[in-house]
């Protein structure tokens, strides 16, 4: 594609800012400019609600007349005033944040979930990272984003008459997509270079922005590259691992290269998921080469301002690539910077299974955590998961000790909410409620009942009008199966409890848990005075045959006479059918095996518009859920269920149809004189009013922002070449000295319910300032766990290297309590950067 293929298009002069609304893609969340691009041509606009293919589709006699138009030329100028008011008004970062992020952060993912006119995403983890940049443009972060524009992105879904899921790969044309070529200080399109196995894969630059963010977007498909090296972006989670390792490469190495390209030096670099671990390596490399040093220091100088944000709760979901694939495709490149496959397997090892035992094979999420200085989960209960699944990693650390901290993710709550939900936050909150920080709770007491009710009778009678749309395009006249009418979605009503659950369809989500017992569900959807009806979406990844199975009973079910219309199954979800689903359904259903999913903001989205939810007590539900706000699978539920959680899948199906008959059904049926379901109503505004702010991403990435990239700015502040040299050094000494050291004499003393422990250590060498002594006790019927810092005493006459520690804990039995050495440093994030820790058994 040239960039003759990206001059704008002749425009009347009175609408030429149309190409500057179009391709910022604020107009995906900010609804101003809609009637513009409706005005332009409707049905495109409804079709694909994408301003830039309504913009070059239009025709250019449409365009005079609208030129002409004074309702219309009046709207526009509103849009152009009210779009530059946007670009030049103080954030919150610009007047409040409290420190200085530099020139900002740099922020890698494999998918962005901005809107369904862009499909660079798959699912949860790209739908995080798109509403983590409109986050980031509201609050005015100095963000800048890096990914891949895949020629056809994630597959497009149908679903045949024998329920078998269908893939399709239709091509993203870039020039319909809102996006446009990057270009240098000279105007010329920006290319990447990217070193492979005999040959250089030229990358092709674009820019999608996202409000005051950039999201830089690099593809393969360049004319001068081999026909094999152009479809490296085709598709995105191929399920070949030799072109996953190129897609890795391609953005890693390659989207570190385009920022240095366009002479952007972030302060933080920060990584969702292990897939842009090789950006850190390439960025290691960048400081190595300017400051002359050799690869360790460089590692040390930057993983200070690396993060990683891991998303994944088993250990078998990050990537690994064999030693002899990355033989054939990294050795190049590392051997410029004298760094070898041992050496940078050794950065993330890990064996797989028992077939290949032994061999090599590089971790990707581990080499993300060894070249970070710190790294999080996404929940309070995927740290714990997280800090299980790295301790392999840490020799002789507890899971408890590992430094995995957590930010529970939060969703872009202006991308969710509807026409009706806007009016009522509008009303109980301001006009500027979204785009400064949210508060912990907002005045939803001073909304009528009256009002919050007729608010979700309207959006559930929007959900319904979309459903029959989308079943008449999914071909309900030519299939009708048993009931014309009600596979076309005639049998849906307006009035009745609507249940929602639409994710992806693979089997720790548990999308059959209501299949579990289907009598019982027979029985709620047949109730005459009480009907339920549910609506499915989801999609099972191309080589996951049990999520394949999951969907082919749903649309069994579906079609049985008996249910036929009250379950219908919307094909192809994507992020268009997911804003409809969650605006629109009384109840979110959310069931995985606990403690599997990482977060599940899916049913965070619900929030802004009255939705309650009916979900698995695991990931945000269970930091959220009290009984005020809506219903809990289990709770109380431990993490520690992890390696038995599929024991859970008919004690949690029972529980969900204890709750379904005895509480959530009744409630929203049992009304007042005046027709309303109070106590149901109670909920809404509970839920509405206490958990909105709370599971935003306004208030994540501000918690980014405070917890993380300032203080990471401070400390890499300190790691300048020379204390990174320093570092190397002292920590190669200790490495040196480490396996001589050994504890003496361990005693205790008793006294009044304390016991003070001394014990006696060589050192063999090392400075004692250098080393930390702690007494450890684990959590038992005698207490939580203990961690207490033993001080040096003395130095012990007998021994040029012996020294002795002290301290006072409470009393516990014999066996309790046992002393463990590990590395001091205050310049480091411990045992992160450096593991070392010896105990004395």
């Known amino acids: ?8 298009r002749f425009l009347p002069e009175p609408l030429i800012g149309l190409f500057q609304l179009a391709l910022d893609l604020r107009w995906t969340w900010h609804h101003g400019s809609d009637e513009l691009w409706r005005a332009l041509d409707e049905e495109t606009w409804e079709t694909t609600h994408n301003a830039w293919l309504v913009l070059n589709s239009v025709s250019g006699e449409r365009l005079e007349d609208l030129a002409e138009d004074p309702q219309f030329q009046q709207r526009y100028r509103e849009q152009i005033a009210a779009h530059n008011e946007f670009r030049d008004a103080s954030t919150w970062y610009s007047d409040d944040c409290p420190g200085d992020l530099g020139r900002g952060i740099a922020y890698f993912c494999m998918e962005y979930g901005i809107s369904e006119s862009l499909p660079l995403y798959s699912g949860g983890l790209g739908v995080l990272a798109g509403d983590y940049l409109k986050a980031a443009s509201d609050l005015g972060i100095p963000v800048t984003a890096v990914g891949l524009l895949y020629q056809q992105g994630y597959f497009r879904q149908a679903i045949s008459t024998d329920g078998e899921q269908l893939e399709f790969y239709p091509y993203n044309d870039p020039t319909m997509l809102p996006v446009s070529p990057l270009r240098d200080e000279d105007g010329q399109w920006v290319r990447v270079v990217v070193p492979f196995p005999g040959r250089h894969v030229r990358l092709r630059a674009w820019k999608a922005q996202v409000g005051r963010c950039a999201l830089l977007l690099l593809d393969s498909n360049d004319p001068r590259n081999e ?3 152009r479809g490296i972006t085709s598709e995105l989670y191929t399920g070949d691992p030799e072109k996953r390792l190129q897609q890795e490469m391609v953005l890693g190495i390659g989207g570190w290269r385009l920022l240095e390209q366009m002479d ?4 933080v670099c920060h990584l969702n998921e292990g897939h842009c671990a090789l950006a850190l390596i ?13 690869f360790h220091t460089a590692r040390v100088a930057t993983r200070a ?9 088993v250990a078998s979901g990050f990537d690994h690539f064999s030693r002899d694939l990355l033989g054939i495709y990294l050795a190049p490149w590392l051997e410029l910077h004298e760094l070898t496959i041992e050496q940078l397997i050794k950065l993330g090892s890990v064996s797989v299974s028992d077939s290949d035992a032994g061999a090599p094979h590089l971790n990707m999420a581990l080499l993300a955590l060894n070249m970070c200085g710190r790294i999080n989960g996404v929940s309070r209960i995927h740290q714990k998961v997280s800090q299980t699944i790295f301790q392999p990693f840490f020799n002789r650390w507890p899971a408890e000790d590992i430094p995995a901290e957590f930010v529970t993710n939060g969703v872009h709550t202006p991308s969710w909410d509807s026409p009706e939900s806007d009016a009522v936050w509008t009303r109980a909150c301001g006009q500027d409620r979204w785009r400064r920080p949210l508060q912990m709770s907002c005045p939803m007491t001073h909304i009528p009942d009256e009002e919050l009710w007729e608010m979700r009778r309207l959006q559930r009678n929007r959900l319904v009008n979309y459903l029959r749309r989308r079943l ?3 071909h309900c006249e030519q299939n009708p199966a048993n009931n014309h009418a009600a596979s076309c979605g005639l049998l849906l009503d307006n009035e009745t409890l609507t249940l929602g659950f639409a994710r992806r369809f693979t089997e720790y989500k548990r999308p059959d848990l209501l299949l579990k017992d289907q009598e019982r569900l027979l029985g709620l959807l047949a109730s005459r005075d009480r009907p339920l009806q549910i609506v499915l979406a989801g999609k ?9 199975d999951l969907i082919r009973q749903w649309k069994a079910f579906c079609r049985r006479p008996d249910v036929e219309g009250k379950v219908v199954f919307i094909e192809d979800y994507d992020l268009g059918v997911a804003s409809q689903l969650i605006q629109g359904v009384d109840v979110w259903l959310n069931c995985p095996r606990h403690p599997w999913e990482a977060c599940g903001t899916s049913g965070m989205k619900v929030l802004v518009n009255g939705g309650l939810n009916l979900s698995q007590y695991d990931g945000w539900w269970a930091e959220a859920w009290n009984d005020a706000v809506g219903w809990a699978i289990r709770p109380g539920a431990t993490f520690e269920e992890l390696g038995r959680s599929r024991e859970h899948d008919l004690y949690d199906a029972r529980e969900l149809f204890d709750l379904l008959e005895n509480d959530v059904i009744p409630s929203f049926y049992d009304v007042d004189e005046q027709g309303l379901p109070r106590t149901w109503l109670q909920r809404i505004r509970a839920s509405m009013d206490s958990l909105t702010a709370s599971y935003s991403a306004n208030r994540m990435v501000r918690e980014y922002v405070e917890r993380f990239y300032l203080p990471m700015v401070e400390r890499g502040k300190q790691r300048s070449a020379g204390t990174a ?27 009044q319910g304390t016991q003070t422990y001394t014990v006696e250590i060589y050192l063999d060498g090392i400075d004692e300032t250098r080393i930390t002594v702690e007494l450890v006790a684990e959590a038992s019927e005698y207490g939580p766990r203990i961690v207490t810092e033993m001080p040096e005493r003395r130095p012990l006459a007998g021994s040029a290297h012996s020294y002795l520690y002290e301290c006072t804990v409470p009393s516990r039995p014999e066996g309790h309590y046992t002393p463990r050495l590990r590395v001091r440093d205050e310049r480091l994030n411990l045992p992160l950067e450096n593991p070392a820790v010896l105990w004395l058994r």
């Open 1 to 8: 594609m040239t960039l003759a293929a990206y001059t704008p």
């Open 227 to 229: 026909p094999g090296d």
């Open 264 to 267: 952007i030096q972030p302060a």
């Open 282 to 294: 390439e960025r290691a490399f960048s400081w190595q080469q300017e400051h002359m040093a050799d």
């Open 305 to 313: 301002t690396n993060l990683f944000t891991t998303h994944t709760s």
């Open 472 to 474: 008449a395009s999914q």
């Open 540 to 548: 099972a990844h191309p080589y996951d045959q049990r999520g394949k």
């Open 725 to 751: 040299a320093e570092i190397v050094a002292e920590h190669a000494e200790i490495a040196r000295y480490w396996p001589k050291l050994r504890f003496s004499t361990f005693n205790v003393t008793e006294s």
